[in-house]
């Protein structure tokens, strides 16, 4: 099945720093999502991208749909503490219906 | 309102025993869907109902039997409750409407501790 590599897997940096994650597919994706999980809750959407090489801001996050549609990364800028939380990609290959979640990655922002 | 609820939130029971889940969305979606996500936080998707037919079914134990009595409403019922099955169950829906039928609206988890 499809698989995807995200990393890294956690990340520990100071409040005001720039971070960036990236996941990778062994095959094709139509659709890219990057979720934030907080603790104790469920993941939350951040960004959708749907067209290879697409470009989409959400405040200080901005995350692109990789031009080989096999990857996609996401940024946010000026981390400020309530960013801590696990960061997931999700992509979407020939299914209308199923995901396939990258690991996570951990962020914690010392302040 | 919560889009996407779940209960209970916290689930401690037995080995053996019989358990249910239930989830409901307020959404209006067509498709809901369980998730397990594991100790290492890594999330898996076990089924999926598009108006009440069940479309994805993965490989997982026939004791855990999804139900949906509409299309607001996913159950997931599990017999004999084995140690492994202690995670947390997510519960997500979604829309069949163009590009929209991809983002998956999640509930806040329900968290299993078998003993």
């Known amino acids: 099945g499809q698989q995807l590599n995200q990393s890294p897997q956690s990340m520990f940096i100071q409040e005001g720093e720039d971070v960036s994650m990236n996941c990778t597919s062994s095959?094709?994706?139509?659709?890219w999502l990057w979720y934030k999980q907080d603790p104790g809750e469920g993941p939350v959407l951040l960004i959708a991208l749907y067209k290879a090489g697409e470009l989409t801001s959400n405040g200080r996050l901005t995350a692109q749909f990789g031009i080989t549609r096999k990857d996609s990364f996401l940024n946010i800028s000026a981390s400020i503490p309530s960013d801590v939380g696990i960061y997931f990609c999700a992509g979407r290959g020939g299914s209308n219906y199923k995901l396939t979640f990258g690991k996570g990655t951990l962020l914690t922002v010392n302040p | 309102d919560t889009a996407v609820s779940q209960t209970p939130k916290y689930l401690v029971t037995q080995m053996g025993n019989d358990k249910s889940i239930k989830c409901e969305q307020n959404l209006g979606h067509d498709t809901m869907y369980w998730y397990k996500q594991d100790s290492k936080k890594f999330l898996k998707i076990m089924f999926s109902y598009n108006n009440k037919e069940l479309i994805i079914n993965e490989t997982v134990p026939n004791r855990f039997s999804p139900k949906s009595p509409d299309k607001a409403h996913l159950n997931l019922h599990i017999n004999s409750l084995e140690l492994g099955d202690s995670a947390v169950y997510f519960c997500?829906?979604?829309?069949?409407?163009?590009?929209?039928?991809?983002?998956?609206?999640f509930g806040a988890g329900t968290r299993l501790s078998v003993l």
């Open positions: 997500a829906s979604s829309q069949q409407l163009g590009l929209a039928v991809h983002i998956q609206y």
């Open positions: 095959s094709i994706f139509n659709t």
